[in-house]
């Protein structure tokens, strides 16, 4: 956390995946509040750079609710909803020419919640398939994983995604479009 | 042979070769009530759709490429949202060499309940690490409870 705010990472804590642009609001907000000097003579905080309106990639890694829905329909559609309405906040702060990356493990019952077509569904053909990635752990210095329930710290990363996970890469539709017309 | 009083269009369609059975158009519907005829496929557009199809056939588990895609450029703004324990943040940031001005980390926890979670795994994997296996004790005894490590982390948090 600390070598995050050192090198000038703006870190937002309690943000509901919901709702983005809300809490996008709010972070600006805390941004542009002035900050209070810093201990050491004569030295003032540092300024940070302002929060970009807009995002040429909005990551969204393992979603999950969390819910403990023992039921897995209802399950699985909790998750959809988390979902639909992160893909309609993304939207809303995402560049003409960015992504949205979705990573999911694959296999059952992630299968089931249908990524693919609820992107497209919830923003109303707003967003667009552009490619699917393999998501490769060993490539990413310092990832751990961490599990919805019980963080496990004795579990390597590798173990937990042994079974394979995808990344799904949206584009806009318009901007997909013309890659087609091109 | 073409008739006399044909016209020229006519005597060019009259001319031209029949295609053979198979590649002649079939009707989409039978006039009588048998089943129905398989769907034309309708050729698309050059360029339309063609990497869908080509995505296709592959199946969604192919595909070479790994995710840190394009991810250490640095001038790029990237929002994460869910973080979990902002190790993916950490990742880039050090895929970027330190260079995060524009990125944006978020995590549904607060602050408060993220240390309290760092602590107790690293209580749980110093108290690993100090109590190995061993042939005295049996393994449920050396192995410390996750119960356990809450109560010493909490005790920690308030010493």
Not at chain 1, 41 to 46: E, H, M, N, Q, Y
Request: some cysteine.
């Amino acid at each position: 956390m600390e070598e995050l705010q050192a090198a000038g990472v703006t870190v937002g804590y309690g943000v509901d995946a919901t709702d983005l642009v809300r809490a996008l609001k709010a972070l600006r907000k805390a941004a542009v509040r002035p900050q209070p000097p810093r201990d050491e003579p004569g030295g003032t905080a540092p300024l940070r750079a302002p929060l970009p309106l807009l995002f040429d990639r909005v990551v969204f890694n393992f979603p999950h609710r969390g819910a403990g829905i023992r039921d897995q329909a209802a399950n699985v559609r909790s998750n959809q909803e988390l979902l639909l309405m992160f893909f309609r906040g993304a939207l809303a702060c995402l560049a003409p020419q960015g992504e949205v990356l979705v990573t999911l493990k694959s296999g059952l019952p992630y299968s089931l919640w249908n990524v693919c077509k609820l992107a497209s569904s919830a923003t109303g053909n707003g967003l667009r398939l552009h490619t699917a990635l393999s998501f490769d752990a060993a490539l990413l210095p310092g990832y751990a994983h961490r599990r919805t329930h019980g963080d496990d710290a004795s579990r390597p990363t590798g173990e937990e995604l042994a079974g394979g996970a995808r990344t799904y890469v949206w584009r806009h539709a318009f901007v997909e479009q013309s890659f087609a017309e091109a | 042979m073409a008739k006399q009083n044909m016209s020229k269009k006519g005597k060019e369609r009259f001319n031209k070769k029949k295609p053979p059975k198979g590649e002649q158009k079939r009707r989409q519907t039978p006039s009588y009530g048998g089943p129905a005829a398989p769907r034309l496929v309708v050729k698309k557009k050059k360029g339309e759709h063609r990497d869908r199809g080509e995505r296709k056939k592959k199946g969604p588990r192919a595909g070479g490429e790994a995710l840190p895609l394009g991810f250490s450029d640095s001038s790029q703004s990237v929002l994460l949202v869910g973080e979990g324990n902002l190790s993916f943040a950490r990742a880039l940031l050090r895929l970027r060499q330190g260079q995060g001005a524009n990125l944006v980390a978020t995590t549904f926890d607060d602050e408060q309940t993220l240390l309290e979670a760092r602590s107790e795994s690293a209580v749980c994997a110093t108290q690993l690490s100090r109590r190995p296996f061993s042939a005295r004790r049996s393994t449920r005894r050396a192995r410390p409870s996750w119960r356990s490590c809450r109560l010493q982390a909490s005790r920690w948090a308030t010493a």
